[in-house]
């Protein structure tokens, strides 16, 4: 019953939040930006002539969606609310909260808000294009139904992670690119709420370690093993050869796994000075 | 007298940008194998990406090359006004009222520092290029062209950079500044994209940093290497751009300082 009771006052605080409200605006309208760009673009075009919704989506080729997926999506998921235990911390609000309730349960609670605002931030956004794309392209377009497949294009799709997916049902292939880039915004905010619990840094560091570590990681792995090893790859829709699934998935179990050890470790079985 | 004014720790957070320029270097040395030369490796790793800008993974690799090194850079150096602003603003501000001059002195600390984030990683390539490639110098004066233009157009761009997140941490705190600061790095990248066919480019805060792009007959040898210039973007008019830039973010940065509020400056973050 705590439990229940405290995701709900932490979801009521997460929707109050002016960073929440921030941030949201921030990535509708980088979503909004791209698709007023296409209706410039395709305006009075003919419709043979445009491409099905699914590849208009920003996540499958846009350069707007690139510089999202490359820069902002680690970032913009950490500053909704993952820094809120470190203001707590910083301001001693943790003691009123503290003596109120157990705090495994708070800390877990926070942690599951935290984990949900990650994904919501970056899917909702996502979804939201992939809607507004509905209005100005078809379904599926005359231009590439020759082939027989609803999706089918000239696109080289022996390079798509799901290609048989992309093929038969290309809109549940977005969806499914829309809910992996959503992971990631939970992993990063995840992250930066670990992050808060090692103490002794500033606010800047809990918000920007998870884009620091993975902007360095997809650059070190782009120019030393190859782009199969960065994890931006595997959230374009348009796609890399030779990506590996299990790859992606591996990575953010992985830092699932570093990001609950470090919450247990410091947060959870950390004995503080309330405790006796 | 300057390194004696500035935190240890700066420098030492500094060195993280070396193991960027290991990589670059690293990545590209196979590429200069037919001509083993620090002209092109420099040209390579530094100066941008061959024009026109039309396939998506140049693009790719063009945010990854030029921007990750900035950003980082921002993220170290992001801290460096509101750390000393909000420590110690009031026994600074109430002994002496001249905080434009505080303003200046940091913002020269803060170009040194950017520039010795790339004299480092400059030195890391050469060094790489010679252990890994047996680099050499073909053309002495083409090499220190390439070398101080790189060094000149990169520490300066990557300066407004740094100083607009200063400035704006002071105001609105470190978080937001940086946020905002990066949210412009991104949007500024994206534009030559969106101008790639328009002489317009040339005029976008981004292109400065593209030596590659710039019209210079010390670079006209080296064309079938990294590809066609924009005709009429000199050297020399990136580096007034780029003064001006500097000039009016100083302006901004000291009207700021000016009218802040010393008192409720206390650590927000």
Partial sequence: MEFTRLIRTEVHSLLKRREFLIVMTINLVWMIVPFLMDCMKYYQTEITYIPPANELWVGFHNHMGEAYYLFLLPLLPALVYADTHYLNLKTGMYKNIYSRCRKSTYILAKGVVILVSGFIIVFLPLLLNQLLCFLIAPLHSTRNSLGGWPAYTSYPTYTLLFESLFLRKPYLHNFLYMAMAGLLGSMSALLSYAVSFLGGQSRLIVVATPMIIYVVWNFTAAFLLGDEYSLYAYLFGGGVADLMPSYFFFCMALCLMVCLAIIFMKGVFKKDELHN | ????????????????????????????????????????????????????????????????????????????????????????????????????????????????????????????????????????????????????????????????????????????????????????????????????????????????????????????LYRDFVGSCIPHFTILFSLLYLIVLIGILLLIGIHLVNNIEIMGSERKD
């Fill in chain 2, 1 to 220: 007298m300057r390194i004696h004014r500035i935190h240890k720790t700066y420098f030492f957070k500094l060195l993280i940008g070396i193991f960027l320029a290991f990589v670059v270097g690293g990545s590209v040395i196979p590429f200069v194998s037919e001509k083993p030369y620090y002209e092109y490796l420099f040209l390579i790793s530094y100066g941008g990406i061959r024009l026109p800008v039309e396939d998506g993974w140049a693009y790719i690799n063009l945010l990854l090359d030029s921007l990750v090194s900035q950003i980082l850079l921002i993220f170290l150096l992001a801290n460096y006004m509101s750390d000393d602003f909000s420590t110690c603003s009031v026994y600074i501000f109430t002994r002496s009222n001249r905080k434009g001059a505080w303003f200046l002195h940091k913002c020269t600390d803060l170009f040194f520092l950017v520039a010795l984030y790339y004299i480092l990683q400059f030195a890391v390539l050469i060094v790489v290029g010679r252990v890994l490639g047996r680099l050499t110098i073909s053309d002495p004066a083409a090499f220190w062209h390439i070398i101080l233009s790189e060094l000149a157009l990169l520490a300066m761009f990557s300066f407004c950079y740094v100083l607009t997140v200063n400035v704006l941490s002071l105001k609105m705190g470190t978080h937001y500044a940086y946020l905002f600061t990066v949210l412009l790095a991104v949007v500024f990248s994206v534009l030559p994209m969106l101008f790639q066919n328009s002489t317009a480019v040339k005029f976008l805060p981004f292109s400065q940093s593209m030596l590659v792009w710039h019209d210079s007959k010390k670079l006209a």
